[in-house]
Every structure is written in C-alpha cells, then in structure tokens.
C-alpha cells in the first residue's frame, strides 16, 4: 500500500472510508504525509457511525450510542488499498477500511463483514459464487426546479424522449463515458458493456464478473460513487436513485451469479436446459428468502415507487427461462455460462447487504436441498403469484421477523437495520415529494 502513494507523489491528501448501513461513506480526510500511520494501526471511528440514517443522523435509540458510551471501532485498510478518484480536482486517494472490534474481531454491523461472512460459508462448503452486476443511472440536470435530461455537450440540444439501445443516446454525452471508462481503468473496476435505456437520460452499465465476490461489490459501491462525482465534474448529476422520474422507468441493479467447484467448474450447468440440481436448490432459496430480503433490495421511501406493473421492476415471487418478468431469470445462451439474474434490486441498494442477502439465500436452498416451484411462462404481471411487500413498513417487518434473515446476518446487524429504517420512515412521513427527491437524488 504503501507503493501505491510513492509511485503516485502528486497525491497530497487521501480519504479513509467505510460503508455504513445505507451503503454511505463514512470517514476522514488526511494528510499523505500520515498516511503509513493508517496502514500499521488503522483509525478510529464510533461504532455508531455504521449505524446512522440517511441524513448522517445517529440512530435515537440505539445501543452503539450512549448505552455503550459512543465507543470506538477499530477501522482497517481493506485489501483494496489504495484508489485514485478522479472526480475530485487534486489528486487524491481514497482507502477503503472495515470495522473490527479492539481485539481484531469484526463488529458485526459493519456490512462488508456480512458479505464476507457469506462468501466464508461459500468456501467452506467447497463452492465459489461468480458475480456480475448491472448497474442503471440517469444523467439530470437538476439546476432547476424540474428535472430534466442535461443538453448534449456535443449539440447542446436535450434529447426529447427515450432511446433505447441508441448509439446516438451514448454518443451525445461522449466525453462523460471516455472519462468514466478511463476512471474505471486507474480505479480497477472491470466495466464493460454501456448502454442506453428506457428512460430519459438513462443508462445502464455492466460490470464483468468474477469470482472475487468482495472485489465485485466493491467495484459497484465504488461504481456508484465515481458515477456521481464525474457526471458533477461535467456539470450534471447522475443518481441510482430508484425511481427519480413519476413516468419514466426506475433504475434497477441486477445481479448475475453462478456458482463453481474448486475447479472453477460451473456447478448451475448438468449439459442441459434446465440446469442442475444445485441452480435449482439455489432459485428456490433466493425465492423463500424474497420476503425477507427485500428491504436490502429496496431499502428506501422511494425504492417502492419502482415497483409498478409493467416497468421490469418485478413484484411477484416467481422464476422463469429467459423470461424478463419474473424475479428471477434463467438466461439462455452457452450451458457453461449457466447462471441465475435476480432482477429485484433497484439502483439506491446498499451492494454489500443487497449480495449478502441473495448469495445468503441460494446457500440456503443449496443446504436445505430445497425444489423451487414450476417456472413460469408468459407475463408474470398477469399471473396470480405470490407477492414481495411493496410497501416499506412491510418490508422491515418482513426483515426483522424473516428466519431466513436470522440464518443470514448477525443479529446485530438486523437489529441496527431495523431501528435504522424504522427512524427513516418517521421522519419521511413529514417530508414532501420534492423534499425526499432533493435528499436521495444525491445520496444513494
């Protein structure tokens, strides 16, 4: 680590963040010159700050707060090391950190310490999850009161509707995506395929897979926030948020994943249609754990306004074969590249709790030996299945009381969730629609 910032002499001051609950980062500007000191011993941060909501707020009855007397985590370099960010003016770097307890255990509310705790019940089992995932934004021009899809730096004209698939729609914001790609290249994030979407000014951009979970999640919080501060250096805004526009389509993030031997085998394909056994253990844990688990797939106030028929943001507990209504879709193409695509998940999830839960999920089916139900044909918005909680309140009931959830997470994870979300959702019951638009364009 400490290379990285002799061979990168121009960088004077670094950032030293983790993620909290609502994916946010959390940490402290610093020097270069200090910098070796954070990596021999590390920073130190309230236990709280993983647990605050969405305005940066602790939590009014949480136990990390005052019962504990506010005290200190012990915050450590990931093995990410260090990371330019190109979307600041001066050179800086950013490290990413984890929070562990004074003796070296991992505190339990920190969520990149649950996906690690998964991706480790993976391993010991001898299987090896392969993720990839898909991640769709809008680029806006928010500087007045409406939102509206920014003029073209190349034509200055403002594209009247949506464009699905259009070259044209990329290659009017060109200079963004040369410099997006570019910044994904220093920053180690394995981007692939752009393209444009449903909605005005909205893009969607893949992220390859691999069989490094931590790597993958770490690349789409990263993603996220790269996105955000490069689309402001070019004079606009870009947002995950779940659903920024009332008529046009919300942002998704699918979820791509297989599973393989030690050998790197892929484990979902028997040579045949279907898949095997174990593709089918795992679609029927990911169904019996949906409930659940959808508070980390639509983790805010506006999170369920993407939930509308007729919009891919599906609402049904169901899977099918290439078949873009239901929940989850078995693609086809080559058998070896046999895989399941959760479709739930909106743009403003937190990635490290939102792929602890599905992983979480398909490991219990496998263990469980559990048969998922018959695939469906046809359109799932037409069919009598049964349903997610498609409000909020509903949502972190189902969290907190799930048995799935309790196999899962640590239960002090759910815990600070839960008060977490439950905070949120008082206070968002004062604010106005403009009000909560202004807070999650930004944040999530």
Not at 41 to 48: K, L, M, V
Not at 300 to 321: E, L, Q, V
Not at 369 to 392: C, E, S
Request: glycine share 8%.
């Amino acid at each position: 680590m400490r290379d990285w910032l002799r061979h990168h002499p121009d960088v004077k001051t670094i950032r030293i963040a983790a993620v909290d609950l609502n994916g946010q980062a959390r940490g402290k500007r610093v020097p270069s010159r200090f910098a070796d000191k954070v990596v021999d011993e590390g920073t130190r941060f309230p236990f709280s700050v993983m647990n605050l909501d969405i305005w940066g707020e602790d939590i009014e009855d949480s136990p990390l707060v005052f019962d504990s007397g506010d005290a200190d985590g012990v915050l450590k370099p990931t093995e990410r090391g260090f990371l330019p960010m190109p979307w600041l003016e001066a050179p800086t770097a950013l490290m990413p950190l984890w929070m562990f307890h004074e003796d070296g255990t991992p505190f339990a509310g920190d969520p990149r310490h649950a996906l690690a705790r998964v991706v480790e019940r993976f391993h010991a089992k001898g299987l090896h999850p392969v993720c990839a995932t898909e991640l769709e934004f809008y680029l806006i021009d928010d500087s007045g009161r409406e939102l509206r899809v920014p003029p073209s730096p190349r034509s200055g004209k403002r594209r009247p509707g949506a464009d699905t698939l259009a070259l044209r729609a990329l290659d009017a914001f060109d200079r963004f995506f040369t410099d997006l790609y570019d910044a994904c290249e220093v920053m180690d994030i394995d981007a692939d395929t752009a393209i444009s979407e449903a909605g005005l000014g909205q893009f969607e951009v893949n992220l390859l897979h691999s069989d490094n979970v931590m790597k993958i999640a770490d690349d789409t919080w990263l993603f996220k926030q790269l996105v955000r501060g490069l689309a402001r250096k070019h004079g606009f805004a870009a947002s995950f948020m779940a659903k920024p526009y009332e008529d046009w389509p919300g942002n998704g993030m699918h979820m791509h994943f297989s599973v393989t031997d030690e050998d790197g085998t892929n484990l979902f394909d028997d040579g045949t249609r279907g898949g095997s056994d174990l593709l089918k253990n795992a679609v029927a844990g990911c169904l019996k754990a949906m409930p659940g688990t959808t508070l980390l797939l639509a983790p805010h106030w506006n999170s369920y306004d993407r939930f509308a028929p007729g919009n891919h943001a599906p609402t049904g507990i169901a899977w099918a074969y290439e078949n873009r209504t239901a929940a989850l879709r078995i693609p086809s193409g080559s058998f070896k590249a046999r895989r399941i695509e959760h479709r739930v998940a909106g743009g403003d999830i937190n990635p490290y709790l939102m792929m602890a839960g599905v992983l979480g999920g398909a490991l219990l089916g496998i263990e469980d030996g559990l048969t998922p139900p018959t695939p469906i044909t046809g359109n799932a918005y037409d069919l009598d299945l049964p349903q997610m909680p498609t409000k909020w309140q509903d949502a972190i009931d189902a969290f907190e009381s799930s048995p799935e959830m309790a196999r899962i997470f640590a239960p002090q994870l759910i815990d600070n969730l839960v008060r977490t979300k439950r905070q949120e959702l008082r206070y968002m019951a004062e604010m106005t629609p403009q009000e909560m638009l202004e807070l999650y364009l930004d944040t999530v």
